[in-house]
């Protein structure tokens, strides 16, 4: 009977108790909290797979141009040459000239086409590298951080003008 008025004893059926109601509610919050992170990751990686997918159609996309550029260059150069045995009959000087001019502009168009196909390529790289970003920003970004950030580049800034 001594044990009653023990308070060490108390102690010990209160801690028991408490432990006893504080683990249910934690026991059935643990698993939906692993739960939700694992369904975040996974929609994570998932857009990963479809950036990477759109990539690679755009890369595919951007390779059967440049295919399509080289076919027409070599329909621009068949066309050209078949100028130049027609004006040979007009003399050595004359096809010369057309020559020159035809294999300038053929070349010319090829490397504009070019230079539009990667401004094109570069642009959609970009694009989709800053909605990435912007999507990894804003769900890892807390504002704390986001504000020491803009700090630091507002420190560096003067350094970078230069």
């Known amino acids: 009977m001594n044990i009653f008025h023990d308070p060490t004893f108390w102690v010990a059926i209160s801690l028991l108790i408490f432990v006893a109601l504080v683990y249910r509610p934690i026991a059935k919050a643990l698993p939906k ?4 992170r694992a369904d975040k990751i996974r929609a994570e990686i998932e857009e990963a797979e479809k950036l990477r997918a759109e990539a690679q159609d755009l890369l595919a996309q951007y390779q059967r141009q440049q295919r399509e550029v080289a076919a027409e260059a070599e329909t621009v150069v068949r066309r050209a040459r078949e100028e130049t045995n027609r004006m040979a009959e ?13 294999e300038k502009t053929a070349l010319e ?9 990667m401004a094109t390529v570069r642009a959609r790289t970009v694009d989709l590298a800053i909605a990435a970003a912007r999507t990894l920003l804003a769900e890892r970004l807390t504002a704390a951080k986001g504000d020491a950030l803009i700090d630091q580049a507002i420190k560096e800034l003067p350094a970078k003008l230069h």
């Open 90 to 102: 007009e003399g050595h000087a004359r096809l010369e000239a057309a020559l020159k001019r035809r």
């Open 109 to 117: 168009r090829i490397r504009r086409a070019e230079e539009q196909a």
């Open 33 to 36: 909290a692993l739960d939700a």
